[in-house]
């Protein structure tokens, strides 16, 4: 019992020993391992055809071209929030300016231009006279400078001053 366990180990060997033998040769590289392999093939060979090949590539354009326009519109919409933050802090900055100088602006249209993040931003405020004579009201609009004067709103800020100090 005990040498019919060895047998076939043994055997596996000899096998395994023959076709390494054959595809070496005597020490060195003799020739192409399929044509001297011992082991014969079934016909019947594993892998994927052509196309199922192609509907895998398919199926792989399909989902990449969603991919990237889910990415397409991430980074538009980053952008436009920056936009967005960048104009807020420019009104605020020229809210400050305007409560700093020494008189209240005049009631009308004030325009003025500001360069803040390497960009170039329109600003614009309508001054109005509320019932208070001591207090104006300031109606803020940002805009892009590169959108022009018909470019959208990014910033809408409105804010009170005191008429005099």
């Not at 709103?153 to 409105?158: F, K, M, N, R």
Request: hydrophobic letters at 45%; charged letters at 25%; a positive charge.
């Amino acid at each position: 019992m005990f040498t019919s366990f060895l047998a076939p180990r043994q055997s596996y060997r000899a096998n395994r020993f023959k076709a390494v033998r054959a595809y070496f040769g005597n020490g060195r590289l003799s020739g192409s391992f399929i044509s001297r392999s011992p082991i014969k093939s079934s016909g019947k060979e594993r892998g994927f055809t052509l196309l199922e090949v192609m509907i895998a590539l398919a199926v792989l354009s399909v989902a990449s071209a969603g991919l990237i326009t889910a990415a397409g519109g991430y980074l538009k919409q980053t952008q436009r929030i920056e936009d967005k933050v960048l104009a807020a802090w420019v009104a605020d900055n020229w809210l400050n300016e305007l409560r700093l100088a020494d008189k209240a602006p005049v009631i009308g249209v004030l325009k003025a231009e500001a360069n803040m993040a390497g960009r170039q931003w329109l600003l614009k405020a309508q001054v109005s006279q509320t019932n208070s004579i001591h207090l104006k009201r300031l109606d803020i609009e940002i805009q892009r400078a590169e959108d022009g004067d018909e470019g959208a709103v990014l910033s809408l800020l409105t804010a009170f001053l005191r008429e005099t100090r």
